[in-house]
């Protein structure tokens, strides 16, 4: 079946270091690939998405690339600022299929 | 504004009480879901619903029901069968596009549903 890995957290970062959130599916067909966030005691938001191969999402100077040939969906910042200390979650939504799998979540910290 | 509103927020159960939580979405969206969440856990699925009047069971229904009455209403009941329902409750809901693989689940805030 379906299914989404994502490295575990928690993340800790300096302000303006450099993110990857690394992300990886198991799907049959052409799934859609989503990031959420979660900020601190509210419900999930949509960053960005990607819905086929090479496609990039970007949102909020974050970014992310479908990579059909390694499965992947990577999330990148070039520069984290302490406002994007949340959970991130990785998900899919196989192509004929109304559920989304969601990953099991990445804490991400920035320390000014 | 367009969005989904749960409520409450906050919600204390006694052991052996049902209670419901409220999920209502003005975006005319036909699919609707209920999660669970658990500390430093992701999300799981409990129930869902495609169109009014129909709904399937999740990956963890045990313990909870659910109604589509309405478009915009999608209540989850807690049942006492539930073992262990302090959690965070997430409702989403989303446009049909069955088989394109493009829609994407809009969340409402969460109810934390804590059992004394």
């Known amino acids: 079946g379906n299914s989404v890995t994502q490295m575990e957290g928690p993340v800790t970062l300096s302000e303006e270091a450099f993110l990857t959130i690394n992300c990886t599916y198991t799907?049959?067909?052409?799934?859609?690939l989503f990031w959420y966030v979660q900020y601190p005691g509210e419900g999930l938001q949509l960053l960005l998405k990607?819905?086929?191969?090479?496609d990039k999402g970007s949102n909020k100077g974050f970014e992310a690339t479908y990579r059909k040939e390694t499965t992947s969906f990577h999330l990148e910042k070039g520069s984290v600022q302490v406002s994007d200390s949340a959970v991130y979650f990785c998900?899919?939504?196989?192509?004929?299929?109304?559920?989304?799998?969601f990953g099991s979540g990445t804490r991400l910290s920035i320390r000014p | 504004d367009g969005g989904i509103t749960q409520s409450p927020k906050y919600l204390f159960r006694k052991e052996g009480q049902n209670v419901t939580l409220s999920c209502e979405q003005n975006?005319?969206?036909?699919?609707m879901y209920w999660y669970r969440q658990d500390p430093g856990q992701g999300l799981r699925l409990i129930y869902y619903?495609?169109?009014?009047?129909?709904?399937q069971k999740g990956d963890i229904a045990e313990g909870y029901s659910v109604s589509r009455e309405k478009k915009e209403s999608f209540p989850l009941t807690v049942t006492s069968a539930q073992k262990n329902p302090t959690a965070f409750y997430l409702c989403?809901?989303?446009?049909?596009?069955?088989?394109?693989?493009?829609?994407?689940?809009?969340f409402g805030p969460g109810t934390r549903l804590t059992v004394l």
């Open positions: 989403a809901s989303s446009r049909p596009a069955a088989g394109t693989g493009t829609d994407t689940q809009y």
């Open positions: 799907a049959t067909g052409y799934p859609s």
């Open positions: 990607a819905t086929k191969a090479d």
């Open positions: 998900a899919l939504r196989g192509s004929s299929a109304s559920k989304i799998i």
């Open positions: 975006l005319n969206h036909d699919a």
């Open positions: 619903s495609q169109i009014v009047n129909d709904f």
